[in-house]
């Protein structure tokens, strides 16, 4: 994985970013759309606006497209403030919910319209017409009319109409809200496809959370007119900052207990984990001795040469996915914190916790696949002993729904890796639920 | 489901006839030989080609389609306007009273409506004549263009003008390349209507009117005064075929461009 492919021009500070949102309000009346945010968005990003219905995702959206204007604050767009400036004068372009294309005009008319508007030479059109039409894949449909093409061919309309004029930014307003799953799925890589060759900022509103985790390079998970948190979309996943975050995004385990720093107490392991992955292997190939070189040398020569050194018999090291799987030692590496939070169990290790939460109340929040479930008492930093109260089976996984002692819910997802596997865990069973030390998060809100 | 009853017919009959059976006599009496109107004397159409001849009524003719055009135009401009306002504009202080009010005329009675427009054109010291009527009708059809063109704006997606202002439009081009051409059906219906609403009118036009200009329903209604002639019936017809042509083809073209969509649709949906 090469480094300077990465892109995250918003760790990199000498990157400008290419939209600027300061201390911006919005009010309906006395509903407060979007409250006091401030964001920076930056060229080339695929930026996801996630939040329930009416947290104001649209509202940001349409205040980008000009379609609104902000209560106060304002909103700069390559570093020229926009308050003031009509949508058709502004270097953005939108596609819209219901896709708004204009009935009346055939598909290549559609595609045209922005460019007439332009005072753009003919033939320029015509070319740039069909380039997009080349892009979307529409070219036998470009003489129809909107009504006469499927929902997602006029999709692809709305994106090429939108993509015509090469806006700085191109807004979508929960552009694949319309289609069926399967569609929706081979349009979110068609999208970021389009992105990418484009180099186009993509701003995209939706409600789908697996939808924005798919195209996005960050996603803003709204709540209430606020950005609750920015992050990637692992980031997001992995380390959410807030329990509206973590069960927002996908399925969650939440436990409340009280923080405690973890003392010492445990015995001190002499721990390296980072020497494993320092040999270095030379596995270049080398002659080897045959038999009869080794009887030579054993016979012959090792009174002159001395004796024969055999090549280090040696595993090569661990590759990253059997790090990440390997299960954990007992040997759980100490600091972080301790979760007390039933008196039935013992307290949750949560080494990647950090020291401040000692003696808060805290939630501490883990995804269901990173549940091991067993019948014999693991080798794990965390097992917790309960009784398996249902079970989904969803083909590629199975959700258990766990009823831990002392009646504390919770789903441990696995994968069927295997046809029929773990049949041996079914209904009332008692089980253990393990974890590793690493494998949640602790959140103070 | 049954169609047919003998309840059903006679229901039929009688609400039909008692509608038409004026209009068809009238109809008939207009191909009379005989100069009584009330005596059958054979089938002629000679009264139609007397018609021709008569200055007088081909003069108010030709007045009342002048004004017809002008104020149907007119109407739909301003009508137009309006129901755009009401329907498009945010939400302003006492919207609901101007839309209300736009409604107003429609139920007004009018010998009214004719008689504050008489009063205000005496006011101003406008001669009556074929501008005084173009202005008169104008002001009582522009409510009914408004009403049948605001029924269309409602449902028609916001979301198109504002596509249009995103790429690149002014306000005005959005409004004349994307919102127009999608109404014009409405806008067109408007204008029939309009137009023969006016070609119908007689209380404002009567109140309206100079004598420099008179229109054909006043012209039938003074000269019904002096007794009916088989020429009048002979114009009344006429008069009954063009509005009616005009009142079919306004709800044929609305009726025929929701027809094609249906049709494309179904089209498109079968790939």
């Known amino acids: 994985m090469a480094q300077e492919t990465v892109f995250e021009p918003w760790n990199d500070h000498n990157e400008s970013p290419l939209i600027q949102f300061k201390n911006v309000t919005k009010r309906f009346g006395d509903f407060i759309a979007i409250d006091d945010l401030t964001q920076d968005i930056y060229a080339k990003e695929f930026f996801a606006l996630l939040g329930p219905s009416g947290c104001g995702k649209t509202t940001m959206m349409r205040m980008l497209g000009g379609f609104e204007t902000p209560t106060s604050g304002t909103i700069k767009i390559a570093g020229q403030d926009m308050n003031n400036v009509p949508p058709n004068k502004r270097a953005v372009n939108m596609m819209f919910q ?3 294309l204009f009935p009346h005009l055939s598909i290549y008319e559609n595609i045209a319209f922005g460019l007439r508007r332009a005072d753009m030479a003919k033939g320029a059109i015509d070319a740039r017409v069909t380039e997009m039409l080349k892009l979307t894949r ?6 129809r009319k909107p ?11 709305a994106l090429a109409r939108s993509l015509a004029k090469a806006p700085k930014l191109l807004l979508l307003d ?31 509103v939706t409600h789908d959370q697996e939808e924005a985790m798919t195209v996005a390079s960050r996603v803003a998970v709204m ?7 920015v992050a990637t979309p692992d980031a997001i996943y992995e380390a959410p900052n807030s329990t509206y975050v973590a069960d927002f995004i996908g399925d969650v385990n939440l436990i409340k207990g009280q923080g405690e720093l973890r003392t010492s107490n445990a015995p001190v392991q002499e721990v390296e984990p980072e020497q494993t992955t320092e040999i270095i292997i030379d596995d270049t190939p080398r002659p080897q001795p045959n038999k009869f070189g080794e009887w030579i040398h054993d016979k012959r020569l090792s009174p002159i040469i001395g004796e024969r050194i055999e090549p280090i018999k040696q595993l090569p090291p661990p590759s990253a996915q059997e790090l990440s799987t390997a299960p954990a030692s007992a040997s759980t590496p100490e600091g972080g914190i301790a979760l007390n939070w039933s008196t039935e169990h013992p307290a949750i290790i949560v080494s990647n916790g950090d020291e401040a939460q000692d003696g808060k109340t805290l939630t501490f929040a883990i995804r269901p696949e990173k549940l091991n479930i067993s019948r014999t008492k693991p080798d794990a930093p965390n097992a917790l002993q309960g009784t398996v109260i249902d079970i989904a089976y969803l083909g590629n996984v199975s959700t258990y729904h766990v009823e831990l002692t002392g009646g504390q819910m919770v789903k ?6 295997r046809r029929l596997a773990r049949r041996d865990i079914t209904w009332e069973d008692n089980v253990w639920v393990s974890f590793t030390d690493t494998a949640g998060v602790l959140l103070e809100r | 489901m049954k169609r047919f009853s003998w309840f059903n017919a006679t229901a039929l009959t009688l609400g039909f006839t008692f509608l038409y059976l004026p209009m068809v006599i009238l109809v008939i009496y207009s191909f009379n030989e005989s100069k009584l109107v009330t005596v059958w ?11 021709l001849q008569n200055e007088a009524f081909l003069n108010a003719a030709w007045v009342t389609i002048k004004v017809a055009i002008f104020s149907s135009t007119l109407a739909t401009v301003l009508g137009t306007m309006a129901a755009y306002v009401l329907v498009r504009a945010n939400r302003f202080k006492g919207r609901t009273l101007f839309s209300g009010m736009i409604y107003a005329p429609l139920v007004m009675p009018e010998v009214i409506t004719g008689l504050s427009m008489l009063l205000l054109f005496i006011g101003i010291g406008l001669d009556r004549g074929v501008l005084t009527i173009v202005l008169a009708h104008t002001t ?10 605001s029924s269309r704006l409602v449902s028609f997606d916001r979301s198109l003008e504002e596509a249009a202002l995103d790429l690149g439009c002014s306000p005005w081009q959005a409004f004349r390349l994307v919102t127009l051409p999608i109404i014009a059906p409405a806008v067109i219906s408007g204008w029939l209507l309009a137009f023969t609403l006016s070609l119908d009118d007689l209380v404002i036009a009567s109140f309206t009117a100079g004598p420099s200009a008179t229109t054909l329903p006043i012209k039938i209604f003074s000269a019904v005064r002096l007794g009916v002639s088989p020429e009048i019936n002979a114009l009344s017809t006429i008069m009954i075929a063009i509005v009616t042509v005009g009142v079919i083809s306004a709800s044929l073209i609305s009726k025929q461009a929701s027809l094609k969509q249906q049709r494309d649709e179904q089209a498109a949906a079968r790939g």
């Open chain 2, 140 to 149: 009582f059809a522009m409510c009914y263009v408004s009403v049948v063109v």
């Open chain 1, 174 to 204: 929960e552009p694949l809200g319309a289609l069926d799953k399967k569609l929706r799925q081979d349009t979110q890589f068609e999208l970021m496809d389009i992105q990418e060759k484009t180099g186009t900022t993509f701003v995209i």
């Open chain 1, 98 to 100: 219901s896709y708004a």
């Open chain 1, 412 to 417: 441990a997802q696995m994968a069927n890796s």
């Open chain 1, 223 to 229: 709540d209430e007119g606020r950005i609750i948190q």
């Open chain 1, 147 to 157: 009504h006469q093409i499927s929902g997602g061919q006029r999709q692809r309309v």
């Open chain 2, 41 to 51: 004397a054979g089938f002629s159409i000679k009264w139609y080609g007397e018609l």
């Open chain 1, 138 to 143: 529409l070219e036998k449909f470009a003489q």
